[in-house]
């Protein structure tokens, strides 16, 4: 995602945020973080392919917000979300921007979202997936 916005938005600063969970806990943990000097004033997009819980991103918008930037003049971009996420964020940040593709119902025991990216050309061109691809009425596949 990051190369993307660079060709499109050639002088934008970069930081990075490197937010992983912990396998045994469950939990997120900050890992590495570099930001821009002078960051409370801008404009931030918060990229993060797939939210699942929110856990990961609620902490990196936790760490803009200790860096003094606006919870107004952040925006949250993600190509897929699960519901459960989407909520969080919007809870905890109700200011938070929000920008996703597509937002699944449903994220698995490990926290993985379902259906998930899976087979994105299924998605992309809308033809089926494999059989038992989609679980349940309430999916829309």
Known sequence: ME???T??????RLG??????????????LHYLRLP????EDYVILMDSTVSTGAAAMM????????DVQEDRIFLLSLLMAEMGVHSVAYAFPRVHIITTAVDKRVNE???IIP?????????FGTDGPSGWCEGDSMDC
């Open 37 to 40: 000097k002078e960051i409370s």
């Open 16 to 29: 990075k945020i490197l937010i992983q969970t912990n396998l045994d806990t469950g939990e997120p943990e």
């Open 3 to 5: 190369q993307a916005l």
């Open 7 to 12: 060709a499109v938005c050639k002088d934008i």
């Open 116 to 124: 998930g990216i899976g087979n994105f050309g299924d998605r992309y």
């Open 110 to 112: 490990e926290f993985h």
């Open 60 to 67: 990196a918008v936790r760490v803009l917000l200790d860096h």
